[in-house]
């Protein structure tokens, strides 16, 4: 079992601004000169792969009820649902013009719908989704398909469970944040146990195989007892994975964040107690670790991909297939197709501009180089592997490892004297004690963050 020990003086001591590492070169680094003529050669170059790749896509659906205050994500807040419908329109239209870019033979093995909210669509509208989708693409069957959706429980009907089922989801994503209804106050976010409850007991009895929890640690009004008694909650519903992440409060940026009061959030002792005390209560229940922010049970998916070794890290947090090429749909969606990362426009009136141009509604997106693959290779190593094995980088990528990177090696000095990591013969291994702090330790191969202007603003890693 993967029990992480929570040391606090650690923690405090290497708090900081930090990139999550969802990508490598992260989003800072994507730009306006990559454009659709790239896109379409990345695409023919992984088509031209031996043996092409399954295929992953991201539909962002960006559409919500009312606003979460603590929310940093692309939204659009509205009661005109109306709006979804041309929404869709669009998105058929996309996806006619990435279908036909990918090979036909290449099956979508992964498919996620993230928002927003996506349950925002009608039962019908889902429909619709789903049909477009798999007219232009090919779509997995039975137990080769991983088709989940992020679900508000408050925007699910009676149906929607049957619905979601009957379309081949198969795994659902909760957001919960806090049972707390002090802290849902705060935060404009009314989402009652029983709610929760009916949707994933819905969820079972439809076959929903995995079922994941969202929580948030250092919402205003938060203490380690009022979150104690969440997880107690939690660990009663026993979801098969939980996702708990830290609150970035970043009013500057994210407009929304100005209706929390700053001084209703929990100090930041406060809040150390919380995650310390939430990965003691979650260990001691029999979830594993599963790199930062997500704990599994031992059987679910993901902790059998970290076992497995094929265990990634996307936009969508920690995923279980590290051989898909990632194709994004929607308003803001981020795709990963052969060598190159890529981002489409966020604001709805340019997508839909875009498209009835018949162009892809292309925004940013960076190539990779030779030294971006390779640190790519090292910092996912970290983050899914917890270890780096130098042969394998010197085979992939013809490098001398303690060459290519000593600076990097040194500068682990402090970092193994703590009881983060080890450098032993031929290998860097991240130590229990370092895996809540993955990110400090991908940040030193990360050779962007040296000449990162203050102007790139990151949440900080604890």
């Known amino acids: 079992m993967s029990v992480v020990p929570f040391d606090r003086a650690l923690q405090q001591k290497y708090d900081r601004p930090g990139p999550r590492y969802t990508s490598y070169p ?3 680094q994507f730009h306006h000169g990559f454009d659709a003529v790239q896109y379409a050669a990345a695409a023919l170059e992984s088509n031209a792969v031996p ?3 399954p295929l992953s896509l991201y539909v ?4 919500c009820e009312s606003l979460c205050y603590y929310c940093a994500c692309n939204k659009i807040v509205t009661r005109h649902r109306g709006k979804a419908d041309v929404y869709l329109d669009y998105i058929e239209r996309e996806l006619a013009l990435q279908a036909a870019l990918f090979d036909g033979d290449r099956t ?6 993230g928002g927003g909210t996506p349950t925002y669509l009608s039962a019908r509208q889902l429909w619709r989704l789903m049909q477009s989708i798999a007219h232009h693409f090919r779509l997995a069957a039975g137990k080769e398909r991983e088709f989940s959706i992020e679900i508000d429980p408050r925007a699910v009907d009676e149906d929607t469970m049957e619905v979601l089922a009957e379309l081949g989801f198969n795994r659902i994503s909760l957001g919960v944040q806090d049972f707390d209804p002090r802290v849902q106050a705060a935060v404009n976010r009314l989402q009652s146990e029983e709610e929760t409850r009916r949707v994933i007991e819905q969820a079972r009895t439809n076959g929903v195989h995995s079922i994941s929890l969202d929580l948030i640690y250092g919402l205003p009004l938060q203490t380690v007892k009022s979150f104690d008694a969440t997880l107690d909650r939690v660990l009663d519903i026993r979801p098969d994975r939980l996702s708990i992440y830290s609150y970035a409060h970043l009013p500057e940026r994210v407009r929304a964040q100005r209706l929390i009061r700053t001084e209703d959030l929990p100090p930041a002792g406060e809040k150390l107690s919380i995650l310390g005390h939430s990965i003691n209560r979650l260990n001691a229940a029999g979830y594993r670790t599963i790199g930062m922010d997500h704990f599994a049970l031992p059987d679910n998916e993901l902790s059998r991909a970290m076992d497995a070794g094929t265990l990634q890290r996307n936009f969508q947090g920690y995923s279980t297939h590290a051989d898909c090429d990632l194709i994004g749909i929607g308003v803001t969606a981020i795709g990963k197709v052969a060598d190159s ?6 604001h709805l009136n340019r997508y839909y501009a875009e498209l009835d141009a018949g162009r892809l509604p292309l925004e940013r997106g960076v190539l990779l180089d030779f030294d971006d693959r390779l640190r790519r290779a090292v910092i996912e ?3 899914c592997r917890w270890e780096v094995d130098y042969a394998s980088f010197e085979d992939d990528y013809n490098i001398a490892f303690q060459d290519y990177f000593a600076p990097e090696l040194v500068s682990l000095d402090e970092m193994e004297s703590d009881g983060l990591v080890t450098r032993e013969p031929g290998r860097l291994r991240i130590q229990p004690r370092g895996r ?4 400090n330790v991908a940040m030193v191969f990360d050779r962007y963050l040296r ?9 900080r890693t604890v």
């Not at 979508?108 to 719908?113: A, Y």
């Not at 990362?341 to 966020?346: A, E, G, I, L």
């Open 51 to 53: 043996l092409p790749r």
């Open 341 to 346: 990362y890529s981002q489409n426009v966020k």
């Open 381 to 383: 190593a970290v983050m």
């Open 451 to 459: 000449t990162a202007t203050p102007i790139v603003q990151y949440s």
């Open 108 to 113: 979508v093995q992964q498919l996620h719908l």
């Open 26 to 28: 992260t989003a800072p």
């Open 436 to 439: 809540l702090l993955l990110r």
């Open 60 to 63: 962002h659906v960006p559409f």
